[in-house]
Structures are given as structure tokens and as C-alpha cells.
């Protein structure tokens, strides 16, 4: 098993808002490898991505981060301005779901990038910009030095994704955390780009962080899968056990509700009845028990601790018997 | 670049004769005429003074004769000011509402800028409540309240300052209109800033600016501020002109002699060619200035330069 980069032990991020403070994320612990690709899946208000701004100092001004995080051994938690500075974009860095908003349409992709450099590594704009090249060559941008001095606007959204891509890679990150990369580009170019972080992943030994709520982004890149739901981890497996041997229900909900091309056009998609929970007004016991086909007493009484199953497979879950047949899946 | 100005240009014409036109009649419309006073002249004399101004001929003739007239850039003699034309008027009043208005916003670019990136940069602390508290209070008191109290503090109470009069635009007498004209801009810019400022640090290009670990001057410096900017440039193209026809009420009161005046008395007196040498003036200033707010767009936003 590889060194261990990332460590999250209780992680968790708070909103203060009118109705009193509510908590986006419980209770997290998880850990990245060096140089693997940990998917992390969930709905929307999973807490999936407030994790990942959480532990970049991103998060909006009325939330905050209680916990440990430690990149190779040391707490970067909250840290202050100033050593958040050199720390992102340089030893991690983050690239967003919509490259059409993500980058600065008022400055020429070279200033964007270019500048990465010169603050991070105090090169020249000259330095920097042969620097660039290279880098938009290794997305496969060709004619890299002229598209320097374009605008954004200038860009289709597969080729700004790119950019974003070659612009947190410049200073080859020991973490790459990817938030909903693919989420706004066509199927084809979501298949490029997840091809080029792959291939990346190889080349450069860069751990990816995959944050998605599409299970087969999940299925084409990732080595391990973290579960999210109501704002804490339900089940975390590698993605083939998760895909052949799940043992949550929420799991196994998102599975079922993946539309199929083999079943008859007639069949209807599945889904998982109900909705999220209010994080406002947390249940007690499981955060998924009023949409639980499974549920008990217990569920609703207590919440069920993240337990280990053995081979590296834990879950949240009290209910012990059989899920559904699993057979399609496995 | 250049072929934008010039179809804008060429499109500013037919904009001006429509409004040349619309005024011309309309004023010919409203009941009474220059020579319509209280004191009713002798049928003779205003025979001899209507033929005089040829305000004896059809209203087309008279229409026609004024259009060659203002294409030579002539607006004609004054009704009212007797023995002055229209355009001696304009050129004697237009300097001092440039010098107050030019002062002015000025004035509030500096200020109120500042002040704006500032509250947002500290959204939800006191500096912000309190510029902001200030600035509605700008925005709201009126000016003919603003320029009387500070007639009475400055000048009357404390005797900084003049209380008014122009004296050749000595800078003493300046300070006070161009005070009382700057308030109410100061608090638009600023309240303005302020909100753009907010909005363009909640974007995405900021979120992701910041994950690139940049300092937080450089994302306020070389991120934010640029686009921050562009509500404030297609606000400004107005504001000049409101600023220089709004400057009527501070005219007034500080007693200086500006065009603010002739727009209000020449359209009490009938006088038609003052009225309409300063309409066209405003319409041309309007026109001129949204076309330099358009210009600015374009030198600012990358997006606009390509249309």
C-alpha cells in the first residue's frame, strides 16, 4: 500500500447561518495515498465538495473547519493567510466543475498561468511562459504559444478545462483535487479529459482527489471510492468491491438509479425515494433512514458508526442482512 | 476602433435631428411666446420684433432656417438675453459647469472607489456599516438641503470658506459647489463599487485565483478589480451629463453662472432658440459620453473588443 499523503481525522465544516449553525460536513476521516485516485461520490448537499474547499481554506465566509488535516505529516488546517499562499498551488491545488467561469475572462490565459510561476517559484514571465508551453503541449493544446495570448472566452470549455488542468499542474502538486471536472463538458470531452488525468496521474505520480456525483467518472478513474451522504461518510471501498460487493443502502440506491442502455427503453429509472435531510434539522439516528427500504428501530435511535468490514471496506450501516441481488453489478 | 466611433457617429445624427426636431415643435406648441408678457407690448413692436426673428413666417420656413443655421453651428440670437446670441450664452456658462462637474466627479472617483473596494473588502464590519450608512445618507438628503447647510457651517458659521459667487472660478469658491455637487456621486460610486466589488469576489475566477495561492492583493489588484469596474464605466457615461444638468440647484444657490440657469429660464420665457441650443447641447454631451463609456468597455473587457 502507498505512503499515505492526505490524513482527515473528524474534519468538520460548519455554516453559521440565520436558522443557527449547520454542519455541511461530520465527522470525516479519510486518507489520500500518494499518487492514487480517491473518488469521492455523492448528491448534491453530500458535503463532498465543502470537504475539498474546507481543507484548500476555500470555504465562504460564514463557514468554518474543526478537525486535523495533515499533508505529508503536517496540519494544514486553518492555517493563516499567509501559509495558505504557499501552500496552494504548490504542494495542492484544485481545479473546478464550470472552466467557463473558472478562469478570469479579463485576463489572456498566459497572465493566468504565467502567474502561478512567478509567485510560487519566482521565475521570470519569460521563464515562466516557456514553462507554460510545455505544459499546454502535455494537455495536448497545440499551437500552445500562440493560444497564450488569447482570452478564455476565446477557448471551448473541453480546451479551458485543459488549461486549468496544465495551470494546477505547473507546479507538480503532490494532490490534484478535481471538483466535478467533467460535470460541465459533453460526454466526449468528459472522456478526453478523464483520459488526460489519467495519463497525467502516470506521468507525473500526482494523487487525485475525484469529486463527482457520476458514478461512472468514478468507475473509469478511481482506485478507491468514499461514499457521501448528509454531510458524512457512509461507505469507502475500493471501486471494485464497491461496484461488485457494496453493503450500504444508499449505495446501492446510486447504483440502481445509473441509467441502463441494456434494459428495455420502457423500464423506468430508478430512483431513491424521498430527498436529503435538512442539515438544519438532523435526524438522530441515520441520516438515510426515512428513504431506507432497509430500515429498523435501531435506525432511527442511533447513528450507526463507520465500522470496518474487512479488506479495506468500511460502512455506516446497522441493517446486517442481504441488500437486493447484486448480480447486475458484479 | 476607429470605425466604431465613426458609425456611431453617423448614427448620432439621425438621433439629433429627431431630437432637434421633436423640440423645436413642441416648444412652438406650447401656448405663449418670447414676447408674451405681463405687460403687453404695442402691436407695432412685437410685429416689428416677431419680423425681426422671423417669427412671422410658417413654422416650416422657420424650421428650415434653423436647421441650415445649426449646421454652420450657429444656435442662433437669444429672445430673452437681448443682444446676445445662443452660442456667446453657451460659452460663457459651459466652463463653469465643466470646471464644478469635472471637480466633481473627480471627486467622487477618488472617494468613493476607494471607500466602495474597501466596505467590501470588510463586508459586515463597522467600516462598512458606517460608510454604507453614509453613503445612503448622501444619496438621500437632497442637494438643496446639502449646499445650505454647508453654506451654513463652512462659510457662515465658521468662515472657511465663501458662501458663493464665482469670482473667475477662484479655487475658494469652488470648493463648497463642488462639495455639495460631489456628496450625492461620492455615495453612488461608492455604494456601487461596494456591490460589484462583492459580486466579483464571490466568482469562480476568484475561487480559483485564490486556490492558486496567490496573495490576496493580487487577486484584488489583478483579478477583481478590472472587472469590478465595468458597472461603474456604463454608469458614468450618464452621470457626467446628469452631473452637468444637475448642477442647476447648486448654480442657484451658490449664485454661479453656469447653463443650469438658462435651461430653466429660457423655457419659462419662451426663449426658443436658448432652449433649444441647450438641448442639443445635452443631446450631443449624452451621446459623446456613452460612446466614451462604450470605448472604455472595449479597452477594459476583452469579450466587448471583439463585437
Known amino acids: ?330 | 476602433m476607429i470605425r466604431l466611433v465613426l458609425r456611431r457617429v453617423l448614427a448620432a445624427i439621425p438621433t439629433l435631428l429627431v431630437i432637434i426636431t421633436l423640440s423645436f415643435f413642441m416648444l412652438r406648441a406650447a401656448p405663449g411666446g418670447p414676447f408674451t408678457e405681463a405687460r403687453r407690448l404695442p402691436p407695432q413692436v412685437l410685429a416689428n420684433l416677431e419680423r425681426m426673428y422671423h417669427l412671422n413666417e410658417p413654422v416650416w420656413e422657420q424650421y428650415g432656417r434653423y436647421l441650415t443655421h445649426i449646421l454652420r453651428g450657429d444656435f442662433g440670437p437669444s429672445y430673452v438675453y437681448r443682444s446676445t446670441t445662443v452660442n456667446a450664452l453657451i460659452e460663457q456658462g459651459l466652463p463653469v459647469d465643466l470646471t464644478i462637474g469635472g471637480l466633481a466627479l473627480a471627486l467622487a472617483l477618488l472617494i468613493g472607489m476607494p471607500l466602495g473596494i474597501l466596505a467590501a473588502l470588510r463586508q459586515n464590519t463597522a467600516w462598512d456599516y458606517v460608510s454604507m450608512a453614509g453613503a445612503m445618507a448622501g444619496i438621500s438628503v437632497p442637494t438643496f438641503v446639502v449646499a445650505p447647510l454647508l453654506i451654513l457651517l463652512l462659510a457662515v458659521k465658521a468662515h472657511w470658506l465663501p458662501a458663493g459667487s464665482w469670482s473667475n472660478g477662484a479655487p475658494d469658491h469652488l470648493v463648497l459647489p463642488v462639495l455639495a455637487l460631489a456628496l450625492p456621486l461620492i455615495a453612488y460610486v461608492a455604494r456601487m463599487m461596494r456591490g460589484s466589488m462583492i459580486e466579483v469576489l464571490n466568482s469562480p475566477y476568484i475561487r480559483t485565483a485564490r486556490a492558486k495561492g496567490l496573495p490576496e492583493r493580487t487577486v484584488i489588484l489583478r483579478h477583481a478589480l478590472k472587472p469590478a469596474l465595468m458597472p461603474l464605466i456604463s454608469f458614468l457615461g450618464p452621470a457626467v451629463v446628469n452631473t452637468l444638468t444637475g448642477s442647476i440647484v447648486v448654480e442657484e444657490i451658490f449664485g454661479l453662472p453656469g447653463i443650469g440657469r438658462f435651461f430653466v429660464d429660457g423655457a419659462l420665457n419662451r426663449d426658443y432658440t436658448l432652449v433649444m441650443g441647450v438641448t442639443i447641447l445635452y443631446a450631443m454631451l449624452i451621446i459623446a459620453f456613452n460612446l466614451i463609456a462604450d470605448l472604455l468597455y472595449g479597452v477594459l473587457d476583452p469579450r466587448a473588443r471583439q463585437q
Open chain 1, 1 to 330: 500500500m502507498a505512503a499515505s499523503l492526505l490524513e482527515i481525522r473528524k474534519l468538520a465544516v460548519r455554516f453559521s447561518t440565520g436558522d443557527g449553525p449547520v454542519y455541511a460536513v461530520n465527522d470525516l476521516d479519510l486518507e489520500v495515498r500518494c499518487g492514487e485516485v480517491l473518488g469521492m461520490v455523492g448528491e448534491s448537499g453530500s458535503g463532498k465538495s465543502q470537504t475539498w474547499l474546507a481543507i484548500m481554506g476555500l470555504l465562504a465566509k460564514n463557514g468554518c473547519a474543526e478537525g486535523s488535516v495533515r499533508l505529508g505529516g503536517e496540519e494544514i488546517l486553518n492555517l493563516p493567510q499567509r501559509a495558505l499562499t504557499r501552500l496552494r498551488g504548490a504542494r495542492m491545488a484544485m481545479i473546478f466543475q464550470d472552466p467557463m467561469t473558472a478562469m478570469n475572462p479579463f485576463l489572456t490565459v498566459g497572465r493566468q498561468m504565467t502567474e502561478v510561476l512567478e509567485w510560487h517559484r519566482g521565475m521570470s514571465r519569460r521563464e515562466a511562459r516557456a514553462r507554460c508551453i510545455a505544459a499546454l503541449e502535455s494537455v495536448h493544446i497545440t499551437d500552445a504559444a500562440r493560444r497564450l495570448s488569447m482570452y478564455p472566452h476565446e477557448f471551448s470549455g473541453g480546451m479551458r478545462q485543459r488549461v486549468m488542468i496544465a495551470t494546477a499542474l505547473l507546479t507538480e502538486p503532490q494532490l490534484l483535487i478535481c471538483d466535478e471536472p467533467t460535470t460541465a463538458l459533453d460526454v466526449t470531452v468528459q472522456a478526453q479529459i478523464l483520459a488526460l488525468l489519467d495519463e497525467l496521474r502516470q506521468r507525473f505520480g500526482t494523487a487525485i482527489v475525484l469529486v463527482t456525483h457520476d458514478l461512472g467518472v468514478i468507475a473509469q478513474l478511481a482506485d478507491r471510492v468514499i461514499v457521501m451522504y448528509a454531510g458524512r461518510q457512509v461507505e469507502q471501498a475500493e471501486v471494485h468491491t464497491l461496484y461488485g460487493a457494496y453493503r450500504h443502502p444508499y449505495t446501492e440506491g446510486l447504483l440502481r438509479s445509473v441509467p441502463r442502455l441494456d434494459q428495455p427503453r420502457s423500464a423506468r429509472l430508478a430512483t431513491i425515494p424521498g430527498r436529503p435531510p435538512d442539515l438544519a434539522r438532523r435526524p438522530a439516528g441515520c441520516p438515510f433512514e426515512p428513504r431506507c427500504a432497509y430500515a429498523s428501530e435501531i435506525c432511527r435511535r442511533q447513528m450507526p458508526p463507520l465500522v470496518s468490514l474487512g479488506d479495506a471496506h468500511l460502512r455506516a450501516c446497522h441493517h446486517d442482512g442481504a441488500l437486493g441481488p447484486q448480480e447486475r453489478e458484479a
